[in-house]
Structure formats: C-alpha cells, structure tokens
C-alpha cells in the first residue's frame, strides 16, 4: 500500500524560529493536506494542495505540493506557543471519494 | 463551516458489548464520510469509506462485520463495534467530505472507546 515518510519525527525549537517539517510518498498523490492535531482532538485542516508545484500560505503557514506529487512541505514562521501539537501530512490518490493516506506526524515542542 | 460533530465523545464498555459511535456534518451534507483509527502515539488510519445510501468499503484488514457502518442520510454515519474486546480499544474519528471541495476532509472531534 501507500506509504507517507514524514520528518521529522519531532521538533523542539524556540519560541520565535521557523519550523520545517516534509513528507514523501512511494507513489504519486493528486492532492496534499497538512493538518494539526490537538491532544484528545480531531485532525483540524490547515492548507490543501491540488496542483503540482502549488504554493499556498495561511496564515504563518506555507505548503508546497512537490512538482514530482511525490512529496510536500510544511513550514511555519514565527512560532507562537499555540503552534504546539502534532501535524500530520495526508494524501490522497483517487478522485475525493478515497480516503486518506496520513503521515506519522510530526510532534512539534516550544520551549520558551 | 465544515463542523464535524461525534457522539459520544468517549465511552468504556465491557468486553463483549457492542458499542454505537454517531458522526454527523452540521452544516453540510457529506455524500462520503470516512472512520478512521488512531492508536496511541500513533497515525490515523482508514477503517473504511461510507456513501450515502449504500455499502461501505472497508479496508483490507478491517472486519466488516466487527466494525457496521451506516450512512442513513447525508448528515449522518455510524459506527458499532460490535463483541467489543480490549484490542478495540482505540480512539476513532471520522471525517466528512463536502461536495464543495472534493478532496477536503473535515475530521470530527474522535471518540475514545475503551473497552475492560
């Protein structure tokens, strides 16, 4: 089956750095989600990418989908405490009825 | 928009009981719905698509039998897991697709099921 490689595993940084955290597949994705996860919570989405080569911010946050649809990233700029948690790529290689490859997720940690 | 509701939020049950998990889009109607599973420390992964009004696919692995799901209306799914044993026990989440942006999900706010 489909596999997402993400990483990394977890990051500790300072409040104020810019974080940068990628996924790569073994096969190819149509569209990339990044999303973040709250202990205890649903996955809530934060940028979708359909086209490859995509660029598309909100917010702190910027996501690019690989020209290859093989890979994405993530980063944030300017982390805030509230940034905390773990963020999860996602992919998805049908036509939006299929459901959704996840990456292990990236455990992101601010220290003060 | 987009809000994914779940109920009940968590829920312990004994060994051998089945166990009933609602998801339901609140402000949209969800022509798919999909339930996945997350162990602790641990990704999500797909159990199985719903669509409205019909079967749903469950992925390789996954007991269709163990895991019923049903898609009664456009705003509503559910899951029972049915002769619960503690190797259920595991947060479970579903998402929604809108018909608007076919490749979003919106995730509900999972339900802890724990089964002694």
């Known amino acids: 089956g489909q596999q997402l490689n993400q990483s990394p595993q977890s990051m500790f940084i300072q409040e104020g750095e810019d974080v940068s955290m990628n996924c790569t597949s073994s096969?190819?994705?149509?569209?990339w989600l990044w999303y973040k996860q709250d202990p205890g919570e649903g996955p809530v989405l934060l940028i979708a990418l359909y086209k490859a080569g995509e660029l598309t911010s909100n917010g702190r946050l910027t996501a690019q989908f690989g020209i290859t649809r093989k890979d994405s990233f993530l980063n944030i700029s300017a982390s805030i405490p509230s940034d905390v948690g773990i963020y999860f790529c996602a992919g998805s290689s049908g036509g939006g009825a299929d459901g959704l490859t996840f990456g292990k997720g990236t455990h992101l940690i601010i220290q003060p | 928009g987009a809000v994914v509701s779940q109920h009940p939020s968590w829920v312990i049950c004994k060994s051998g009981t089945s166990v009933k998990i609602e998801c339901r889009s609140l402000d949209f109607q969800a022509t798919t719905m999909f339930w996945y599973r997350q162990f602790p420390k641990q990704s999500l992964m797909l159990m199985a698509t719903?669509?409205?009004?019909?079967?749903?696919?469950?992925e390789q692995g996954v007991e269709k039998d163990k895991f019923l799901i049903n898609h009664a209306s456009l705003t509503l799914s559910t899951l029972t897991v049915t002769s619960a044993h503690p190797e259920d026990s595991s947060f479970y989440i579903c998402?929604?697709?809108?018909?608007?942006?076919?490749?979003?999900?919106?995730f509900g706010p999972g339900t802890r099921l724990t089964v002694t």
């Open positions: 998402s929604a697709r809108w018909t608007g942006t076919p490749y979003e999900q919106y």
């Open positions: 096969s190819i994705f149509n569209t």
């Open positions: 719903s669509n409205e009004g019909s079967k749903a696919t469950y």
